[in-house]
Each structure stands twice: as structure tokens, then as C-alpha cells.
């Protein structure tokens, strides 16, 4: 421990202090991967040492020391950076300025290989989780053992390395930076004043022999604390990253790559120069990806906060405009700066996003291929990674691909469940067009996070623009033959909603027709192109202006096609969109035309070809795309409801519950008498579907109504004969009281009451009897009324009668 240099003693240390078996497992390989980094960083002082000193070009070395630029390298990568960097010495070692450095990899009388590397391997492997469970604690503790065995033996080869001790030259002293301790030699003395603060290794006579420096420097990671030792990792957010092991506090360093590029890639500069300049800096209206990393600038301060999120939240979401490179930002700025071992899937939610998810963890994962969805968050949970990123890009796609009710809430769930705990190290990272915020916050289960864990994306400054420009052209060897030039690209598209992409596409254009002699971006090649305003209209009329008639109709009816009526991006399938297109002879050809001008781009998924728009920034930034979207507003929102429901109804088996009806099916037959284009497989069958059952409905109506008619007839004539059947019972009834009534006046005329007999006779009469025998009877009552004396001379009703007492006179009032 007294010998071994100080990031390594610390870590030893460490090891020490923990006596949990997870725990001094993890120690263990922390203590592996300082040991590694520390034996990468000398590799690279002593390269740089040897800076004049002419080897055989070694292509695998430039690719590592490339790697450098895009990202921090594992243990097992450092390891094998230094093996590289050793393997031109492995039969003059005396030559390489740490010649034990060398026989640590090869077995130099022989120049074989040792076992270094074996050892690194296992110890570096990833740990395997210890469970004391039963009978096992055994087995758990021979493990330990092993690893225990196999560190000792590392550090004992190591011995001859650790004879070069480690020292920081000071203004007044020197100081030996080796076990826990440092130690201030007395009566040392700085020889050189521009070495003080920059680390060296010296040998047993305090004699210097190497420089670490500026690969190794030491800081003060924070106020109060002492100095530490801080050593090259890779790319960071904002110039090259150092790391102090085994702790692991940072800073970055934006000067450091000038040295880098001057003193470590001179090893194959022809190589090196060729390899760079005939590489793609800008894009274009292309997504940067992980690969592209090193050529991503501009938003360093925007990936430092969101890395500082992700480490306090499990949920981060990157919302901003179109055109603000989201998808960009994750791939080529959160992803390179994650945790060494973490692991990342990328997916689109698109109409069916629990598919999509199970899709990609089947086939990145290696889950189960009978994943079911009720199993994904204890999947993942169970997921032996030291850590896991799942990336919803497009997010916006659950809203306007997805139209599930269930799907979406039950995708949300799983989100929900994964980030609500940042115990398990599972990080989940969405990007969200902001003018679907609203919709996305009224989403079940996510809302509330959403609110809490978003990371507002805007356009760049007018400063970082000029470096998004000028940066990745230095970094392949290239510059702006007018300085001034990058200034006025940056200050055209400030303030324009796709700013970004119009940029990228212009600088992507500007390389196009870069100067090879003199490795120069002219202004003439900008002005050619018709400056940032015209440069992608004017790529995407050229097009179409070597287009036919034909093929113009049909790019036409393509792009109806690749854009929602939200204004978004729409996927389709290569094989749908020739369906829809139609004459395949024209529309193929046409396809590969569009894919070469980089106006849509074609990716695989699970073997299927898909299609969609290249950028957003195409839908506002060419004119007369901007028009046909206009005058096709009405026919792009209800193809796309066609489109919708179409596909609802084969998911759910094609059930004729969804099949449109009467409104919807009336607007669907008025737009197509106004829409002339083809429509897919699946689109045909679902309108056919929907007009047969439709027809036949009709058809059912039309013999209900029949039926429904002739019972209606059949019903009125009954009731017309039961009504005359009841008239004729009534007449016959009538007749019948008709003559109760005769014959009872006859017998009350035959008893010589006739004013009795009247009202019967006449009641008789009434019910329609109309014989000679009723009248005579009638007659005969009226004769003998006549004799009755009648009271005349009063106008109004009588109310008093009184008769003198023979009855013969009457006196009345009224």
C-alpha cells in the first residue's frame, strides 16, 4: 500500500473498509478500473513522449485514441489502449520510456502475450450478483476469494510499475503523492518552474522519467478539500472530461483536445488527415446519433444540467420545438456522458407503443419472446445492468399515432411504475414537441411527473450556433474561408421556428461543395446555394423540377401521405405507401429519387422498410409543400381518420362494431368523390367493409319497412271489418231495444195510457224503426196530446202554478 501511487492506495483503502459482500465486490472492480485507467494514462504520456520517435503506422491505435473523441472508455478499454499503445516495443521494450510497462503485456524474450489481460477481464467482468441464501453462503464467500486471489496477484505484478513513484513538482518543494499520504521531500527543489503543479513519475532516485501532465492534473474538486489527482477519461460535455479516482469527481477541460490532436495523433497523421476530412461533419436534416458525438456542439450546458437530472429524478423529459434537435441532444449529448456499463434502448411509441417496447427489449435485451405485458416493469426491474436509459423518442406519437384509449394509459402505467424509484437504476428520457405539452400533462399516471422532470429545449444562442457551424468543420481538419461567415449564417436563422435544422442543412450543403485543395468553406459555395433562406427550398424544387408530370403528381399524393393533420411526421411502410402510390414502375424509381435528395428517410424495423419525412423543418420551410398541405387540409384530416380506424379494426380482428356508419360513413363517401388517390390494402377493405355491411344494412331496413308496411295494411283492414262487424252488432242491438221500446208503448197505449206509451214509441223510432205499426202507434199517442191544454203568454220559464179547487183554471208566473 506504501508503494502503490495514490488513487490506487486510496482505493485499496476503500476496499478495506466495507464488509458487505455486494459492497466489496463493487470495491473490488472500482479498484480494477483505477488500476486500468492509471496504466491507459501512463501508455499515453509515454507516446506522447515519443513523439518524434517513427513507428509503423498502427490503424487499431488510431481508432481507440479516435474513440477518445467520442466518448470515456470502460477498464477493459483501457487496458487494451495501453496493450496498443506497448506493442511496437513488445521486442525493444528498453526503448519505450516505462520499459516495464511493456513486459507487463508481453513476455518479451518470447513477444507473447501475458496474462494481464485474463486477469483484468475477470476482475473487470460484471459483478455477479452474491447471493447468502440456504447452503450458499459458501459459495458466495469462495467467490470473494477468487476475486480476492486475483486482485493480489495483479498487484503483485504491478510491483515494478509501482517503482516509478508518483511526484507533483511544488514552487518550494516536491511532494510524493504515493500510499495515503503525501510526502513533502525536504530539501528538493523545482528545476524547472513550469512544471510545478503537473505530475510526474520518477524513479527510485527521485530522478524524473515521465510526464504526466496535462493527462493527468491535479484540482481541488471542491471548496475545503484537499488537492486530488485528476486523469484524462474521454469526451465530456464541455471539452475533454478528467476524473479523480477513486472517487469520482470531475471537471472538463476545453483546451486539452488542441494537445491531444498535436501530441498523441501524430501517430498515423497521414491516416489520421485523410480519415477526418473525408468525413461527414454536418448531418443535414439527419438526427445526430451516438456515433456522431464528437461532432456535437453547442449544448454543453444543456447536457451538464440534464445529467445532474437524471442523477436526482428517474424521469427526464426533453420538450421543445420542432427543429430544436431533441432526438439530437439524447443521442449525441445525454448518451455518450452516461455512466460507464449503463445500457439504453431507443424507440417510438408509434400506434401501438407497448409493442414497440416489447419489440425492442426482445431484441436489444434479449427478454423473453413471450414477454407479456403485465411482466415488463418486473423484467426490467430483474434486469441484471448496472444501470438502464429507456428513450421514448417522438413521445407526441402516443397522441397522435396511438388511437387506444387503453393502449395509452397502459403504456403510461409502465413509465409511471418504472421511474417511481431510483433505487433501481432505471432511467427513463422522453422527448416531446412542446405544443403537445398540454395533451401529454392530461396523459394518466404521468402527469404529475411530467410537470416535475422536464428539461426545456429552445433554440441556440446566437453563439453556440456559430460554434455548431465552425466546430465540427476544425474537428475534420476544415475552416470558413470568411471568419465573418458563420456570424451571418447564425444571425438569418435567429428567431426562426426551424432555425436548427435550417442551419444543419445549409452547413451539410456548404460541405458539399467545400474547396479540397485549400480545405476551405467558401462564401461563393454559400451564395450558390442561395444563402440559409433559400437552400433547402431550392434543394427540394431542384427535384422537382426533374421530375415528370407523373412523378410530380405522385410526390404529390406521397407527402399528403408522410404528414398528419397535426402537422407532424407520419410512418408508413414502403410496401403501404407503393400501395397507396399505385403505378409501382413510376413510384419505386421515385422513392429512391426523394431518399437520395435526402428529402424522407427509409429505416428498417424488425425487416419491414419504413418511411418518413426527413425533418419537420421540410413542412414550413418549402413553399410549395407548405401549399399542398394547405389545399389538402380537409383530405389529410380524414384520410388520417381513415388510416386510424383502419388499423384500429384489424388489431382488434376486424370486428364490424367498428365499422363506419351513417355520418361518418356519409363524409367518408363525399370525400372520396372529391379524393381521386389511391388508398392502401387495409384502408380499401376497411371503406369496402364499411359500405357492404352498410348496403346490407340497408337491405335489412328495407324488408323491416316492408314487413313492417304490409303488417300495417293487414292490421287496417282488420280493424275495418271488426269495426263494420261492430257497426252491424250495434244496428242488430239497436233494433232489438228498438222494439223493447215499441212494445212497451204498445202496451202502455193498450192500457190507455198514451202520454206513458209517447216517450217509448218515440224512442223506438229513434233507434231507426220505422214500420207502419210504430208510426200508427205514434200517431195515436199525438192524438190524444192534442187534447191537452197548452199555457201560452209566457216568454220565460214558468216557476209557480197554483189551481182553483175544481181544477178547472190555472194561474201561472214566470
Given at each position: 500500500l506504501a508503494m502503490t501511487p495514490q488513487p490506487i492506495a486510496d482505493a485499496i483503502n476503500q476496499l478495506g473498509s466495507n464488509t458487505s459482500a455486494t459492497e466489496l465486490q463493487q470495491d473490488i472492480k472500482t479498484l480494477s478500473q483505477t488500476i486500468a485507467h492509471y496504466l491507459g494514462v501512463i501508455s499515453l504520456a509515454c507516446q506522447a513522449?515519443?513523439?518524434?520517435?517513427?513507428?509503423?503506422?498502427?490503424?487499431?491505435?488510431?481508432?481507440?485514441?479516435?474513440?477518445?473523441?467520442?466518448?470515456?472508455?470502460?477498464?477493459?478499454?483501457?487496458i487494451l489502449l495501453a496493450k496498443e499503445l506497448c506493442s511496437p516495443f513488445s521486442e525493444e521494450p528498453e526503448t519505450f520510456p516505462i520499459p516495464e510497462l511493456v513486459s507487463l503485456f508481453f513476455d518479451c524474450p518470447n513477444n507473447t502475450p501475458t496474462q494481464i489481460i485474463p486477469l483484468f477481464q475477470k476482475l473487470l467482468a460484471k459483478p455477479i450478483t452474491l447471493r447468502i441464501k440456504n447452503n450458499q453462503e459458501g459459495n458466495s464467500f469462495q467467490s470473494l476469494i477468487e476475486l480476492f486471489s486475483a486482485i493480489k496477484s495483479l498487484l503483485l505484478l504491478l510491483k515494478p510499475i509501482f517503482q516509478y513513484q508518483l511526484f507533483l513538482p511544488r514552487e518550494s518543494h516536491n511532494e510524493r503523492w504515493t500510499g495515503t499520504n503525501r510526502v513533502c521531500l525536504i530539501g528538493s527543489k523545482l528545476e524547472n518552474k513550469e512544471m510545478a503543479n503537473k505530475p510526474l513519475l520518477a524513479d527510485a532516485n527521485d530522478k524524473p522519467v515521465l510526464s504526466l501532465w496535462p493527462l493527468a492534473q491535479v484540482r481541488i474538486p471542491a471548496l475545503g478539500s484537499r488537492l486530488e489527482l485528476f486523469s484524462f477519461a474521454g469526451k465530456g460535455a464541455i471539452g475533454a472530461k478528467f476524473v479523480a479516482l477513486p472517487y469520482g469527481f470531475e471537471f472538463q477541460d476545453e483546451d486539452f483536445w488542441n494537445w491531444f490532436q498535436e501530441d498523441l495523433l501524430y501517430i498515423d497523421s497521414v491516416t489520421q488527415n485523410t480519415s477526418l476530412s473525408q468525413r461527414q461533419p454536418y448531418p443535414g436534416l439527419s438526427a445526430f446519433t451516438f456515433e456522431d458525438s464528437d461532432l456535437f456542439f453547442g449544448r454543453e450546458q444543456e447536457i451538464q444540467v440534464a445529467l445532474n437530472k437524471l442523477r436526482r429524478q428517474a424521469l427526464l423529459a426533453i420538450v421543445g420545438p420542432s427543429g430544436a434537435g431533441k432526438s439530437s441532444f439524447v443521442q449525441a449529448g445525454i448518451i455518450p456522458n452516461l455512466p460507464q456499463g449503463w445500457r439504453t434502448i431507443t424507440f417510438r411509441p408509434g400506434s401501438s407503443p407497448i409493442i414497440s417496447l416489447k419489440l425492442k427489449l426482445i431484441r436489444e435485451l434479449k427478454l423473453s419472446q413471450d414477454l407479456a405485458s403485465g411482466n415488463i416493469v418486473h423484467e426490467l426491474q430483474s434486469f441484471n445492468a448496472e444501470g438502464l436509459v429507456i428513450?421514448?423518442?417522438?413521445?407526441?406519437?402516443?397522441?397522435?399515432?396511438?388511437?387506444?384509449?387503453?393502449?395509452?394509459?397502459?403504456?403510461?402505467?409502465?413509465?409511471?411504475?418504472?421511474?417511481?424509484?431510483?433505487?433501481?437504476?432505471?432511467?427513463?428520457?422522453?422527448?416531446?414537441?412542446?405544443?403537445?405539452?398540454?395533451?401529454?400533462?392530461?396523459?394518466?399516471?404521468?402527469?404529475?411527473?411530467?410537470?416535475?422532470?422536464?428539461?426545456?429545449?429552445?433554440?441556440?444562442?446566437?453563439?453556440?450556433?456559430?460554434?455548431?457551424?465552425?466546430?465540427p468543420a476544425k474537428y475534420v481538419l476544415y475552416q470558413f474561408e470568411d471568419h465573418m461567415l458563420p456570424k451571418e449564417i447564425a444571425e438569418s436563422v435567429i428567431g426562426k421556428p426551424s432555425a436548427l435544422p435550417l442551419l444543419a442543412f445549409t452547413a451539410a450543403k456548404l460541405w458539399q461543395l467545400r474547396d479540397l485543395?485549400?480545405?476551405?468553406?467558401?462564401?461563393?459555395?454559400?451564395?450558390?446555394?442561395?444563402?440559409?433562406?433559400?437552400?433547402?427550398?431550392?434543394?427540394?424544387?431542384?427535384?422537382?423540377?426533374?421530375?415528370?408530370?407523373?412523378?410530380?403528381?405522385?410526390?404529390?399524393?406521397?407527402?399528403?401521405?408522410?404528414?398528419?393533420?397535426?402537422?407532424?411526421k407520419a410512418v408508413l411502410n414502403?410496401?403501404?405507401?407503393?400501395?397507396?402510390?399505385?403505378?409501382?414502375?413510376?413510384?419505386?424509381?421515385?422513392?429512391?429519387?426523394?431518399?437520395?435528395?435526402?428529402?424522407?428517410?427509409?429505416?428498417?424495423?424488425?425487416?419491414?422498410?419504413?418511411?418518413?419525412?426527413?425533418?419537420?423543418?421540410l413542412l414550413s420551410s418549402w413553399p410549395r409543400l407548405v401549399n399542398w398541405l394547405h389545399e389538402d387540409i380537409d383530405v389529410i384530416r380524414l384520410r388520417d381518420q381513415l388510416q386510424s380506424a383502419a388499423r384500429q379494426w384489424q388489431d382488434r380482428g376486424k370486428p364490424k362494431g367498428l365499422l363506419w356508419r351513417d355520418e361518418a360513413l356519409t363524409e367518408y363517401e363525399l370525400w372520396r368523390n372529391r379524393y381521386s388517390g389511391n388508398l392502401s390494402n387495409l384502408e380499401q377493405a376497411f371503406a369496402q367493409a364499411s359500405l357492404f355491411e352498410s348496403t346490407r344494412n340497408k337491405k335489412r331496413?328495407?324488408?323491416?319497412?316492408?314487413?313492417?308496411?304490409?303488417?300495417?295494411?293487414?292490421?287496417?283492414?282488420v280493424l275495418f271489418w271488426q269495426r263494420q262487424e261492430a257497426a252491424k252488432n250495434a244496428r242488430e242491438a239497436n233494433i232489438q231495444v228498438g222494439k223493447l221500446y215499441e212494445e212497451q208503448?204498445?202496451?202502455?197505449?193498450?192500457?190507455?195510457?198514451?202520454?206513458?206509451?209517447?216517450?217509448?214509441?218515440?224512442?223506438?223510432?229513434?233507434?231507426?224503426?220505422?214500420?207502419?205499426?210504430?208510426?200508427?202507434?205514434?200517431?195515436?199517442?199525438?192524438?190524444?196530446?192534442?187534447?191537452?191544454k197548452v199555457l201560452i203568454g209566457h216568454n220565460d220559464w214558468v216557476t209557480m202554478a197554483s189551481f182553483n179547487k175544481d181544477n178547472s183554471k190555472v194561474l201561472t208566473a214566470s
Open positions: 513522449k515519443l513523439k518524434n520517435y517513427q513507428k509503423e503506422k498502427n490503424h487499431s491505435l488510431a481508432e481507440v485514441l479516435q474513440k477518445l473523441y467520442r466518448q470515456n472508455l470502460t477498464g477493459q478499454e483501457w428513450i421514448v423518442d417522438q413521445f407526441e406519437e402516443i397522441i397522435t399515432l396511438c388511437d387506444s384509449e387503453q393502449k395509452r394509459e397502459l403504456f403510461c402505467k409502465i413509465l409511471a411504475e418504472l421511474t417511481n424509484s431510483l433505487e433501481q437504476n432505471i432511467r427513463v428520457i422522453i422527448t416531446l414537441r412542446d405544443d403537445f405539452l398540454v395533451k401529454a400533462k392530461a396523459l394518466p399516471f404521468l402527469g404529475e411527473q411530467l410537470t416535475q422532470s422536464l428539461e426545456i429545449l429552445t433554440t441556440p444562442s446566437a453563439s453556440d450556433l456559430i460554434r455548431i457551424l465552425v466546430e485543395q485549400t480545405k476551405r468553406l467558401t462564401r461563393k459555395a454559400y451564395l450558390s446555394i442561395g444563402g440559409v433562406g433559400g437552400a433547402l427550398a431550392s434543394h427540394a424544387e431542384l427535384l422537382v423540377k426533374e421530375l415528370s408530370l407523373a412523378e410530380q403528381k405522385l410526390l404529390r399524393e406521397m407527402f399528403r401521405r408522410l404528414v398528419t393533420s397535426e402537422g407532424t414502403k410496401n403501404e405507401l407503393l400501395q397507396i402510390l399505385g403505378d409501382q414502375s413510376i413510384a419505386e424509381p421515385l422513392i429512391e429519387k426523394i431518399v437520395i435528395a435526402r428529402l424522407v428517410s427509409v429505416s428498417k424495423v424488425d425487416g419491414i422498410e419504413k418511411i418518413e419525412i426527413i425533418h419537420e423543418a331496413q328495407q324488408l323491416v319497412i316492408a314487413l313492417i308496411m304490409s303488417s300495417l295494411v293487414i292490421g287496417v283492414m208503448g204498445r202496451q202502455e197505449l193498450l192500457a190507455q195510457h198514451p202520454n206513458r206509451a209517447l216517450p217509448y214509441l218515440s224512442k223506438a223510432y229513434s233507434s231507426g224503426n220505422n214500420s207502419a205499426s210504430l208510426r200508427f202507434m205514434l200517431a195515436q199517442s199525438l192524438k190524444e196530446l192534442d187534447k191537452v
